[in-house]
């Protein structure tokens, strides 16, 4: 399109960078007006002409060109061939990448960023992109929305054809409630037979709809093991406490053959009844008319099939300092001291916190700043004791107690003092365990000579009658090099190993996945709208493997997200 004019009054424009610097010598960037750049043509001096074209193409320019200087055609070759394509000498080109690039940059930014798909049409996101590559087209949000889907459809695959590789693997749930929705969320970890690495990834996180029943969870828990083909292989499932989880797999859980007590009182319980109808039953022959359509509507605990539950050691330490600790305020000298302590750090937690100034007064004069407890990990209120017990012993008595002056709080007594001192010694094991258990890397070498006899890892095999893995269980117990390869030579032992060593031994996994939907879920009222037709799941399982390989096809193993760690310990082998 050729225009001839002194002036133009085609429409807005603003200002913006030259797209196609290496023309400078036979076209001067005028203006952009919308999707289009004018030029003025330097060939036809003196006479004003103006051509414009799309941003995505300079195939006008070509044109106009060949049509009226046919003799500057080569030279216009030369200048947008490859080796050509540079900003001209003061000019300030940007780099020429694809519309596949960045399109492919733009999910990135809204998938790990956990964007509103709206983002892409806000004219500020628009001008950004533009601005950082005039050649290219910001896509819609149908479109964002479609890639999404594509990309989540691709990991799906590639992830289910990674864990048909492995014989074992655990998965982590839990339930947590946001902006008045409930969500459940599902990991999946697996040891790379080879390597003995962990190998982690999203599978879930979806909106739970209804009460939170035993039965509403078992069904969810059963539909994800189907979606990802693994519920054959799932040796265990951790979980928390909570008494709707437990009931759910009490129900409808394989039960662990070597603690089942519960089951096996029942057991005798029915024998003894069994014994005493039959006895009863000698004398006479009855027939009973039993009502069918009972039978067939009872729940018999078939309908949902669920792995091995396994307990969070994390919540269970939990329990153990908090639950456990507060009987001992049963005895009254404690109780006392205890509150005292306990009321006077709240206080000053509660200053810190409600104002900037009294936090900035803290740091000033303790050089440190307090550590504000979360009252769902206990291990957060075990920290912000021993801040303060840290404070005491670095800086002294004295900064404290000019602190709690100018707050207006109650001073630490003497006997306050040693109490924090005493409970930050009693606890700190525990708070040493629950960092290890809520870890993701375990350093311990796979293999150790010396294993105590009630962790007697190999109890299974030692019952097995085969000559054979009882040959390679001594061979095993007899070698004295340590680390994973000291398995190869005994495939049993290996197998026996990397199905006990599968399961986690807290569900902090799914923890951290929540963390991050939080984050999301609280930057835009739109992603309520998100978490109702299942988009939030998509980009959270994305989110949590590797966005880059989704979007180009890499080799499946690059989709995982991979941490290193030897898991042969052989103290986790009996979880339970």
């Not at 060949?66 to 780099?95: D, F, I, N, V, W």
């Not at 067939?296 to 969070?312: A, I, M, N």
């Not at 306990?342 to 050089?367: D, G, T, V, Y």
């Not at 930057?523 to 989704?550: F, H, Q, V, W, Y």
Request: charged residues 25%; proline residues 4%.
């Amino acid at each position: 399109m050729e225009e001839t004019m002194e002036e133009d009054a085609a429409g807005p424009s603003r200002e913006c960078a030259n797209p196609w610097p290496y023309l400078a010598r036979l076209f001067t960037f005028s203006e952009q007006v919308n999707d289009s750049f004018r030029f003025k043509c330097l060939l036809c001096l003196p006479k004003q002409n103006f051509i414009t074209a799309y941003k995505n193409s300079s195939s006008n320019l070509r044109k106009h060109v060949k049509r009226r200087h046919e003799t500057h055609l080569e030279e216009y070759c030369q200048l947008t061939s490859t080796a050509c394509k540079r900003p001209s000498e003061g000019g300030t080109g940007t780099k020429q990448v694809s519309q596949k690039t960045v399109d492919r940059a733009i999910l990135r930014f809204i998938v790990q960023g956990l964007q509103s798909f709206s983002l892409v049409e806000k004219p500020s996101f628009q001008d950004l992109v533009v601005e950082l590559q005039p050649s290219s087209a910001v896509m819609s949000r149908t479109t964002v929305r479609r890639k999404i889907d594509s990309a989540t459809s691709k990991m799906k695959e590639r992830l289910k054809n990674e864990m048909k590789k492995v014989p074992y693997i655990a998965t982590t749930t839990d339930c947590w409630t946001a902006r008045r929705r409930s969500f459940i969320g599902v990991t999946a970890h697996w040891l790379d037979p080879c390597s003995f690495e962990c190998r982690s990834a999203a599978l879930a996180c979806r909106q739970l709809r209804g009460s939170h029943t035993f039965d509403a969870l078992a069904a969810v828990l059963t539909d994800i093991h189907a979606e990802y083909e693994i519920s054959l292989k799932v040796v265990r499932t951790t979980t928390d406490n909570g008494s709707n989880f437990v009931k759910a797999f009490r129900v409808f859980g394989q039960q662990d053959e070597n603690n089942n007590e519960e089951l096996v009182a029942e057991g005798t319980i029915e024998e003894e009844e069994v014994g005493e109808d039959c006895d009863a039953s000698d004398g006479e022959e009855e027939v009973e008319f039993m009502d069918v359509e009972a039978i067939l509507e009872e729940d018999d605990g078939l309908q949902y099939q669920l792995p091995k539950h396994h307990r969070c050691a994390c919540h269970l330490l939990n329990l153990v300092s908090t639950v456990d600790v507060d009987r001992a305020n049963k005895t009254e000298a404690y109780k006392k001291l205890s509150r005292s302590a306990f009321s006077k750090c709240q206080a000053l937690w509660n200053k810190a916190s409600r104002s900037p100034q009294n936090a900035e007064l803290i740091e000033e004069h303790c050089k440190l700043h307090l550590v504000q407890p979360n009252s769902t990990r206990w291990n957060s209120s075990f920290m912000a004791v021993e801040r303060v017990v840290r404070i005491i012993r670095d800086q002294g008595e004295g900064s404290v107690r000019t602190v709690c002056a100018a707050l207006n709080v109650p001073m630490y007594s003497p006997a306050d003092i040693v109490f924090f001192g005493e409970y930050v010694t009693t606890m700190s094991p525990v708070a040493k365990s629950l960092n290890i258990l809520q870890g993701e890397v375990n350093g311990a070498n796979l293999a150790r000579a010396g294993v105590a006899d009630e962790d007697d890892f190999f109890s299974n095999v030692k019952q097995t009658h085969s000559h054979e893995i009882s040959k390679q269980l001594d061979g095993y117990l007899a070698a004295t090099a340590e680390g994973v390869n000291t398995l190869a030579p005994y495939p049993a032992v290996r197998n026996l190993s990397l199905k006990l060593n599968t399961a986690l031994p807290a569900s902090a996994a799914c923890e951290r996945l929540f963390s991050i939907a939080v984050v999301g879920l609280n930057k835009t009222k739109t992603r309520n709208s998100l978490a109702l037709d299942g988009t939030l799941s998509s980009i959270m399982t994305i989110k949590m493997a590797d966005l880059e390989p989704c979007f180009k096809w890499e080799p499946p193993s690059d989709i995982i997200n991979a941490s290193k760690k030897a898991t042969g310990q052989y103290n986790r082998a009996h979880r339970s």
